[in-house]
């Protein structure tokens, strides 16, 4: 059986500055190569009432109506619009990068 790399090895060898870092580049490269982790943690985070359609459409690396046709069809219904100011600045700030990626 082949040995487990443990954070701190990755730290020790001068690759990266803490093990938070580690764990978060390997959770990057981890989302990056299934995508449809992404998705399903979006769909948590939305359940869990953490995060607005906007932004779960954001972290699952979809367009908000694909998104809400997503939620719809886990019997998920969508909650609109933000029920704070803050949600309604972070649903703007959402929907700016996916309209800014759009164009990309």
């Given at each position: 059986?082949?040995?487990?790399?443990?954070?701190?090895?990755?730290?020790?060898?001068?690759l990266y500055e803490d093990?938070?870092?580690?764990?978060?580049?390997?959770?990057?490269?981890?989302?990056?190569?299934?995508?449809?982790?992404?998705l399903e943690l979006a769909i948590h985070r939305y359940r869990s009432e953490e995060i607005s359609l906007a932004k779960a459409a954001a972290l699952a690396g979809v367009s908000w109506e694909r998104m809400r046709e997503i939620l719809l069809s886990r019997g998920v219904q969508p909650r609109l619009g933000p029920e704070t100011k803050e949600e309604a600045y972070e649903e703007i700030r959402a929907m700016e990068r996916i309209v800014h990626e759009d164009a990309g």
């Open positions: 059986m082949m040995e487990a790399w443990k954070t701190k090895d990755f730290v020790s060898a001068g093990e938070r870092a580690v764990v978060q580049d390997a959770m990057r490269a981890l989302l990056s190569e299934r995508p449809q982790l992404r």
